[in-house]
């Protein structure tokens, strides 16, 4: 159920909500689904314009880039990176499983930190459905095979950022901790791993409000990679008010 809606409500479901509802509806009233239409189309452009990604980016990414110097009054004593998701059907893996591009470029990060302050890495990730490694084994193998760094710290039973924090908390020997997710995930993971009893040194990457759009016309033109950071941001903002809700936070 949660796939399904999530699937709805984030583009291009959105979208094509609209307009599926438009070609049903207007055989029978043909204004309204006429409007449908038309309110479809112009939400599948907006939704897939790179400027559209940017002010949404804008508002989300709070977090500065981290600075190592910001250790030096308060050290840190690990590096704690989430997982972004995993995929099946890699057979040119062993097992053909393995990391998504968020993942990868998360554990690309903490391993940059890792040479930076020489901390300890600990990886955050359950068993997605259908798969048979976490995402923080999957992770684990990574660092390894591609990075030669060890990792000691896997917490592998989570199934999403509330629970990143929480069974982080529980398994992780660590209270002040550099924390690595996307800019844009941030605010959410700082917030639940503060409240779960982590004192959180913020590390965010993968800026989309690093590179202004919206000063050329391409950047007002729909794209894949358009279309991929709005779901991002749409995703992180549901997810915000979602935990608000539950008072989560």
């Given at each position: 159920?949660?796939?399904?809606?999530?699937?709805?409500?984030?583009?291009?479901?959105?979208?094509?909500?609209?307009?599926?509802?438009?070609?049903?509806?207007?055989?029978?009233?043909?204004?309204?689904?006429?409007?449908?239409?038309?309110?479809?189309?112009?939400?599948?452009?907006?939704?897939?314009?790179?400027?559209?990604?940017?002010?949404?980016?804008?508002?989300?990414?709070?977090?500065?880039?981290f600075e190592?110097?910001?250790?030096?009054?308060?050290?840190?004593?690990?590096?704690?990176?989430?997982?972004?998701?995993?995929?099946?059907?890699?057979?040119?893996?062993?097992?053909?499983?393995?990391?998504?591009?968020?993942?990868?470029?998360?554990?690309?990060?903490?391993?940059?930190?890792?040479?930076?302050?020489?901390?300890?890495?600990?990886?955050?990730?359950?068993?997605?459905?259908?798969?048979?490694?976490?995402?923080?084994?999957l992770m684990?193998?990574?660092?390894?095979?591609?990075?030669?760094?060890?990792?000691?710290?896997?917490?592998?039973?989570?199934?999403?950022?509330?629970?990143?924090?929480?069974?982080?908390?529980?398994?992780?020997?660590?209270?002040?901790?550099?924390?690595?997710?996307?800019?844009?995930?941030?605010?959410?993971?700082?917030?639940?791993?503060?409240?779960?009893?982590?004192?959180?040194?913020?590390?965010?990457?993968?800026?989309?409000?690093?590179?202004?759009?919206?000063?050329?016309?391409?950047?007002?033109?729909?794209?894949?990679?358009?279309?991929?950071?709005?779901?991002?941001?749409?995703?992180?903002?549901?997810?915000?008010?979602?935990?608000?809700?539950?008072?989560?936070?």
């Amino acid at each position: 159920m949660y796939t399904t809606i999530k699937l709805l409500v984030l583009p291009p479901g959105l979208p094509l909500v609209f307009v599926a509802a438009g070609l049903v509806l207007r055989w029978r009233w043909r204004r309204l689904g006429a409007t449908l239409l038309l309110v479809g189309g112009l939400l599948a452009w907006i939704t897939a314009m790179p400027a559209t990604a940017y002010w949404g980016a804008r508002v989300i990414e709070r977090h500065s880039v981290f600075e190592p110097a910001a250790l030096a009054k308060r050290p840190a004593e690990a590096i704690v990176a989430l997982a972004g998701g995993a995929r099946t059907g890699a057979p040119e893996f062993a097992g053909g499983e393995d990391v998504r591009s968020l993942t990868l470029e998360r554990v690309r990060y903490a391993a940059h930190l890792h040479r930076l302050t020489g901390l300890p890495i600990a990886l955050s990730g359950g068993v997605p459905p259908g798969m048979m490694s976490s995402e923080a084994e999957l992770m684990r193998r990574a660092l390894g095979e591609d990075f030669a760094i060890p990792v000691h710290y896997v917490e592998q039973r989570s199934r999403n950022t509330a629970e990143n924090a929480a069974f982080c908390r529980a398994v992780l020997p660590f209270k002040r901790i550099v924390l690595v997710t996307h800019a844009m995930h941030m605010p959410r993971a700082e917030a639940l791993f503060n409240a779960a009893g982590f004192e959180v040194v913020p590390a965010p990457m993968g800026f989309v409000s690093a590179a202004p759009a919206g000063r050329e016309v391409h950047d007002y033109l729909p794209s894949l990679s358009g279309l991929a950071d709005v779901h991002y941001v749409m995703y992180e903002l549901i997810g915000a008010l979602w935990y608000r809700v539950r008072g989560g936070w």
